[in-house]
């Protein structure tokens, strides 16, 4: 069993969550129980509710699927990593999201922002528990404070990425009326800055349970919000502390793994390359309870590895990304200008066995080469060929060998999955750095950096067909300097498509980059031909960016003298 932070409702921690019941606000959570809140006002009660706030992070059990930091819907069909995939009536709510033609009723819209602000309740809660308690030392204290103000600034950084105009609630939000005088006019960035901060400045270098957060993972957070605001210099002096000193909560210092592979291994999950994720288990007694929820549709379908379900498709332009050229670099201008080959655009001379990044077989399942240790991949195992294309995720699903310690069936055919998901892993702190390196003009540096990430890739097993390679697979660093500030910039953007693919990063990277709008409307020019659902699908800058505020969050906000608090997103 991992030593880490279980993350299980107690009789104390559900008990907590109804301190705070407010029938009018989008903060409401049905009740669960009734004990005094004076009951709760000590350390098992305020640890028992901590641990409810870490359970937060895992969304799908709080409000629904697409709600976690998977955020396979959000950043990952959203952008052109991947297609919803399946067919198109099954969860047929998230085609308009698709399409960005999504309306502020949508379910998963609502779901969303619930998940973003029940965990952010439930860190109010705690904190109001911890004020009380007379029987918590200061240094413990100080402690649990920093890890709920973590989990706060994190639910407000996934509102702001998702919603960006949203209110900061703090633990003072108590009564309706507080929740009903709530406003969306002003960044939260600051708050949330200093949310992250005080967890930097007050978190120890390392916890008794690995899966609690420790200083240099707030820290990693801390630098990525001030990377989303642009604050290059800022994020870069904090990325080069967490790469000079950086470790995890087992005290190895941060590093990549040896081969791309292992970082999707629930073995190497808390190695060096981890820097925060969930802390998924099966086999623990509660039936699949703390298995990762929102992974459940994301499997091959059929007599695939699991049974079910076929969404989160890669598409067709993220597997084009993987095409090297004869040195080993990737070929940014032109790798969408012809598609490789699979079995349905070239059903007689497939699979391809061209030039390849190795990466790709390692973030893509392509029918005709191996996947994992479940044998060659077949047709069968995609559930709408039309639909959802030619291709199946293959970064999160259990190799054969994993089935008895990382994965257990569910009731209903889907698989149960309990390797954590990575919420931020060192390639990515890498890849970040190095953009904050080129924008502060560090060429050389952010090419060191980069080269890392290339490296490692090419020291990164191959997938392998009958004891050979599956494909041509090359890829090699960058040799000749940087000295082109915008090429060093497109470089830096373009690893992070092939190294972070499939693992709900890119969307948000589109849009804080400001390109979000071209990406996308290129994608839809290009994948609609192939794919009809995204025919005359179009991203609409200025609006398209953000989801819209859920339509029952505006109704709700309404004071009783008439005042709207909570507004709605431009263009909705």
């Keep these: 069993m991992k030593n880490t932070l279980k993350i299980i409702f107690t009789t104390a921690s559900v008990a907590s969550l109804v301190l705070y019941s407010c029938k009018e606000s989008f903060l409401e959570r049905p009740p ?17 509710a901590l641990i409810s706030t870490y359970r937060t992070l895992t969304g799908s059990n709080v409000a629904g699927w697409y709600t976690s930091a998977m955020n396979w819907v959000w950043g990952g069909v959203r952008s052109d990593d991947a297609y919803k995939g399946t067919e198109a009536s099954d969860q047929g709510q998230l085609n308009p999201i698709e399409r960005f033609e999504v309306l502020p009723s949508n379910s998963s819209i609502n779901d969303k922002w619930r998940a973003c602000y029940d965990g952010i309740g439930m860190a109010n809660n705690t904190l109001n528990l911890l004020a009380q308690a ?87 957070f801390l630098a990525k919000a001030y990377l989303y605001q642009g604050k290059y210099a800022e994020a870069k002096t904090l990325f080069d502390q967490i790469i000079a000193n950086g470790k995890n909560s087992k005290g190895q210092k941060y590093g990549l793994l040896k081969n791309f592979n292992q970082v999707f291994q629930g073995d190497f999950e808390n190695e060096q390359e981890a820097v925060f994720g969930i802390q998924y288990t099966t086999g623990d007694g509660t039936g699949g309870a703390n298995s990762n929820k929102d992974a459940e549709l994301t499997n091959p379908h059929n007599d695939g590895p699991t049974g079910c379900c076929g969404f989160y498709q890669p598409a067709q332009s993220l597997v084009n990304a993987f095409k090297t050229d004869a040195a080993g670099l990737p070929l940014i201008a032109t790798y969408n200008d012809i598609d490789v080959k699979n079995h349905e655009n070239s059903p007689t001379a497939f699979p391809d066995k061209g030039r390849f990044d190795p990466r790709l077989d390692w973030t893509v399942g392509r029918v005709g080469i191996p996947f994992l240790d479940w044998g060659v991949a077949k047709g069968s195992w995609i559930r709408n060929l039309a639909n959802g294309g030619p291709y199946m995720p293959i970064k999160n699903i259990q190799t054969k060998g994993e089935l008895d310690k990382y994965f257990v069936s569910g009731g209903w055919g889907q698989g149960q999955l309990g390797k954590n998901q990575l919420i931020i892993r060192f390639a990515d702190v890498l890849l970040m750095a190095a953009e904050c390196e080129v924008e502060v003009g560090s060429l050389d540096k952010a090419q060191e950096y980069v080269n890392m990430v290339r490296n490692r890739a090419k020291g990164s097993a191959y997938v392998m067909d009958g004891g050979k390679p599956a494909a041509d697979y090359t890829v090699n660093p960058y040799t000749a300097k940087w000295t082109d500030k915008a090429a060093a910039r497109t470089a830096v953007r373009f690893e992070r498509y092939l190294e972070l693919g499939m693992e709900g990063h890119r969307f948000y990277d589109l849009v ?43 109704n709700q906000s309404k004071t009783s003298d008439g005042n709207q608090g909570i507004k709605q997103n431009p263009g909705y």
């Excluded at 669960?32 to 028992?48: D, K, R, Y």
């Excluded at 992250?196 to 270098?205: I, M, R, S």
């Excluded at 290009?526 to 969050?553: N, S, W």
């Design 512 to 554: 804080r980059w400001g390109i979000a709008d071209q990406v996308k409307n290129a994608f839809f020019a290009k994948e609609g031909k192939i794919r009809t659902h995204l025919a005359g699908a179009r991203f609409t800058k200025g609006k398209d960016e953000y989801l819209p505020i859920p339509e029952y969050v505006i």
């Design 134 to 220: 007379k029987d918590i030392s200061d240094t413990d204290k100080k402690r649990i404070e920093a890890e709920t103000k973590f989990i706060r600034a994190y639910h407000h950084f996934e509102a702001k990425r998702n919603f960006n105009n949203v209110p900061w609630v703090d633990e003072k939000a108590i009564t309706t009326a507080d929740f009903k005088a709530l406003t969306n006019d002003k960044n939260i960035y600051p708050q949330i800055e200093a949310e992250f901060k005080f967890a930097f400045d007050n978190l120890p270098e390392t916890q008794a349970q690995i899966g609690r957060v420790n200083k240099w993972a707030a820290g990693a």
């Design 32 to 48: 669960l129980g009734a004990i005094a809140e004076t009951s709760l006002s000590n350390s098992a009660g305020v640890n028992g």
